[in-house]
């Protein structure tokens, strides 16, 4: 069974039998996601507290948050969310709960948005809560595995996640010795940056890193690419061919996709492996080597075996040393730091790299919250390459924008989110994609809540439409109709052809709106400033009724222009 990183958390006891155990010691911990200041991503709190069975409080102005490793940190400090402080408690079967007080910061975890109190179970907290502050900063709740902290040399990967940190153990570990390594791992994940990096780490690190990817050889070439052949050795041999092997002599070999080898260079490379010489094809005498072979396959090689597609004693040869690179869906503490990494050379290469120096935390996130949430909460199918693709997408897709805009190919980019979305109120589980937008629509994001509307919707224009039920009202068609009629409830109802109350129970259950009773009173006032006491345009900001929220500023003792 594996680890459940919960049982630590419950009580100082059950945390101290671990550590005697051997296991690591885990904590709970916050991690930035998303912040409207871009250097704040990747900084992180350690909820120590909640070991020894003591709350901690979480507002605008505590605790803070530092660098992995780092101990000076900053509070969030972003202005919208609330100095009334949430509160994180642990529970005696390990889980977490989250309580939200009245009038305080508006929370959304994994999509849905929380009111009073909200646990979250063991097996939830460890695989990552993504937390939306005032629809501007994503925090995300995971377990940190104390073991290995602080390590300096990040060997050119980005993360701090407990499993990249093994990983890069692993490397120093075996870098400086000249034996083959096997690394394993998902399509995706990063396999020749490991292969790289013990290369550099190594004491062949003057000579070349060859790299080949044997399932882009076709199978009648592969021998002769990889151990070179003589001329006329086969039909269009019209010249002498050095071959890999040769071309990586006195350096290091990268084969991926291993598990693409046909049978008989499977023997050619055990031969090499055993005896440091191989046989161009043609050739009649072997050809001395010396090449430090490091061997990468997303396959399942003893399953190969049992099948007779691949040879056990090559597996043995390889795998002088095993490696295997987490998936992204593992790592999901590391997401928004690589996200940011892969944002700033896509802005570079635009020459707008300054978008991302921004500090000052008025300014709307230049990666909106909803965005920021549901990339932490995907399955990545296709891992740290499908991630980059995706912010490449993004990123030239918002050229020119303030922010980050969305487009119709995200969800074809992001795929299906891993984590499900729970039902409040029912227990339904429902898939993770839902209630959000549905697959396919062109996105753009909305000032204040962080939600989002599809670009086709139709615009509300005051007549209307024909009587239909509520169910039929999708979330985008809602939102373009609050907009066309500037948050007027009863014209957007009209506009929608559904009875008035209904608008407040479709506003209700959407995750991505809000209603005035649902802003704080430093997010009130900080608008109220900003907006210069105008009424309608606080409305247009904050996205909520005119009616509702000149009652709050009335309750609040402010008196706006327009009421």
């Known amino acids: 069974m594996p680890h459940d990183p919960l049982a630590d958390i419950s009580t100082a006891a059950m945390q101290e039998r671990g550590a005697a155990r051997g296991a690591p010691r885990t904590v709970p911990a916050l991690t930035v996601v998303s912040h409207p200041v871009p250097r704040r991503v990747g900084d992180r709190r350690l909820l120590d507290a909640l070991v020894a069975g003591r709350p901690v409080a979480l507002s605008r102005n505590a605790p803070d948050f530092a660098p992995p490793g780092s101990s000076l940190g900053l509070p969030l400090a972003d202005p919208f969310v609330s100095r009334k402080p949430l509160e994180l408690s ?22 849905t948005p929380l009111q009073g109190t909200r646990d979250f179970g063991p097996s939830e907290w460890r695989d990552g809560v993504a937390l939306e502050l005032s629809g501007r900063v994503v925090l995300l709740l995971h377990a940190v595995e104390l073991d290995g902290e602080g390590a300096a040399d990040t060997l050119g990967m980005v993360g701090q996640s407990a499993g990249l940190r093994r990983l890069r153990k692993h490397i120093e570990q075996v870098a400086d010795l000249d034996v083959s390594v096997l690394i394993r791992g998902e399509t995706g994940t990063g396999k020749e940056l490991v292969a790289q990096a013990i290369h550099r780490l190594g004491p062949r690190k003057a000579g070349r890193f ?16 990889l151990f070179g052949s003589q001329k006329g050795a086969y039909s269009g041999a019209t010249r002498d061919r050095e071959g890999f092997f040769r071309a990586a002599h006195g350096g290091t070999l990268f084969l991926d996709e291993l598990g693409e080898a046909p049978p008989e260079v499977q023997v050619m490379l055990l031969r090499v492996l055993e005896t440091g010489e191989l046989y161009p094809v043609g050739a009649s005498h072997p050809v001395t080597v010396d090449v430090r072979l490091i061997a990468a396959t997303d396959a399942h090689l003893e399953e190969q075996i049992r099948d007779g597609r691949f040879k056990a004693p090559l597996l043995h040869r390889l795998a002088g040393y095993d490696l295997r690179v987490p998936a992204l869906r593992e790592r999901r503490e590391d997401v928004g730091r690589l996200f940011f990494h892969f944002a700033r050379e896509e802005l570079a290469a635009l020459g707008e790299a300054a978008r991302l120096d921004w500090e000052d935390p008025h300014a709307e996130p230049w990666l909106p919250a909803p965005l920021a949430s549901r990339l932490v909460r995907a399955a990545w199918p296709g891992n740290i390459r499908q991630l980059r693709n995706l912010t490449r997408q993004l990123v030239i897709g918002s050229r020119g924008q303030a922010r980050l805009q969305a487009d119709s190919q995200l969800d074809e980019l992001l795929g299906v989110p891993e984590v499900a979305v729970q039902s409040p109120g029912t227990g339904a589980t429902l898939p993770a994609g839902v209630p959000e937008m549905a697959a396919g629509s062109a996105m753009a994001p909305v000032r204040g809540t962080g939600a989002t509307l599809p670009a086709g919707a139709p615009e509300a224009d005051g007549a209307a439409m024909p009587r239909r039920k509520p169910s039929q009202v999708t979330e985008a068609e809602l939102l373009a109709a609050l907009r066309a009629s500037a948050w007027d409830l009863k014209a957007t109802a009209d506009a929608l052809g559904i009875p008035r109350p209904s608008v407040y129970d479709l506003i209700e259950r959407s995750p991505n709106l809000r209603t005035a009773g649902d802003l704080g009173a430093d997010e009130i006032t900080r608008c109220f400033e900003a907006c210069g006491g105008d009424l309608d345009a606080m409305v247009r900001t904050l996205e909520v009724s005119k009616r509702a929220l000149g009652r709050r500023l009335k309750e609040l003792g402010l008196v706006a222009k327009g009421t």
């Open 90 to 111: 642990s529970l005696p079967d390990g889980g977490v709960r989250l309580t939200v007080p009245e009038d305080g910061t508006h929370v959304v975890a994994a999509g």
């Open 210 to 225: 060859v790299s080949v990817n044997l399932g882009a050889i076709p199978k009648e070439l592969a021998a002769a690419e």
